[in-house]
């Protein structure tokens, strides 16, 4: 079993930056691939960005690609979200989760936390 919480989510200007943090608790983080994804009002879940066991191999959905950065310390059983030059278009509610998987599919993710309330004005 593993529980993930979120926190670093707020109100930010179009521009600015935030960092989200997911706290995972279990030893067995290092052995999880993680990512994380986002739901906008009125919109379906969708792949934000994912980070290998390792932290050797990440991958990131176009929208974002260039502007956030995923990283990991699994010494610390945490993932981070690095969000650079957010848009209003950013704004959802973020979620991390943690999978056998390397993949960019919901389905691939066993553990989800609870999400954090990110929200980017223009």
């Known amino acids: 079993q593993v529980q993930l919480v979120e926190s670093g989510g707020g109100l930010v200007q179009a521009g600015g930056s935030l960092r989200l943090s997911c706290a995972a608790s279990?030893?067995?983080?290092?052995?999880?691939?993680m990512g994380w994804f986002r739901q906008g009002p009125g919109k379906e879940r969708e792949f934000v960005a994912r980070?290998?066991?390792?932290?050797?191999?990440?991958y990131y959905a176009d929208s974002v690609k260039g502007r956030f950065t995923i990283s990991r310390d699994n010494a610390k059983n945490t993932v981070y979200l690095q969000m650079n030059s957010l848009k209003p278009e950013d704004t959802a509610v973020y979620y991390c989760?943690?999978?056998?998987?390397?993949?960019?599919?919901?389905?691939?993710?066993?553990?989800w936390g609870q999400g954090t309330q990110v929200t980017v004005s223009s």
């Open positions: 980070i290998s066991w390792s932290g050797g191999s990440t």
């Open positions: 989760a943690a999978g056998q998987l390397t993949t960019t599919q919901r389905q691939g993710y066993v553990y």
């Open positions: 279990g030893r067995t983080f290092s052995s999880y691939a």
